[in-house]
Nanobody, 127 residues
């Protein structure tokens, strides 16, 4: 059974940085795409960043240049480095994984396309 466990959330001030980490267990990670989504209160879950097996990366426009997604296949982890955090970045951040059938897939931004999810980690940004 696939499990995703996130860590690294917290309370920061605007302009600060945080690093989120997610560990996948229960299945070989070969070819898996991994991503980060977030959900603020009263809002829908939205795409933040994703990385495929070939390590191509994809970002939503509002975080491009501030956030960096990386993966360590030896450790079965995916990290999200978040710099220059702003109050609008505050949300519960979720790690996601899916085997889309291609190592070079462009991961979909629709959360409904992803099968496996972590429990979420809270990121709070004070102004």
């Amino acid at each position: 059974q696939v499990q995703l466990v996130e860590s690294g959330g917290g309370l920061v001030q605007a302009g600060d940085s945080l690093r989120l980490s997610c560990t996948l267990s229960g299945r070989t990670i070969t070819s898996v795409a991994m991503g980060w989504f977030r959900q603020a209160p009263g809002a829908e879950r939205e795409f933040v960043a994703a990385i495929n097996w070939a390590r191509s990366t994809y970002y939503r426009n509002s975080v491009d240049g501030r956030f960096t997604i990386t993966r360590d296949n030896a450790k079965n982890t995916v990290d999200l480095q978040m710099n220059n955090l702003q109050p609008e970045d505050a949300a519960v951040y979720y790690c996601a994984a899916h085997w889309f059938g291609s190592q070079r897939v462009i991961p979909p931004r629709n959360p409904e396309a992803w099968r496996y999810w972590g429990q979420g980690t809270q990121v709070t940004v004070s102004s």
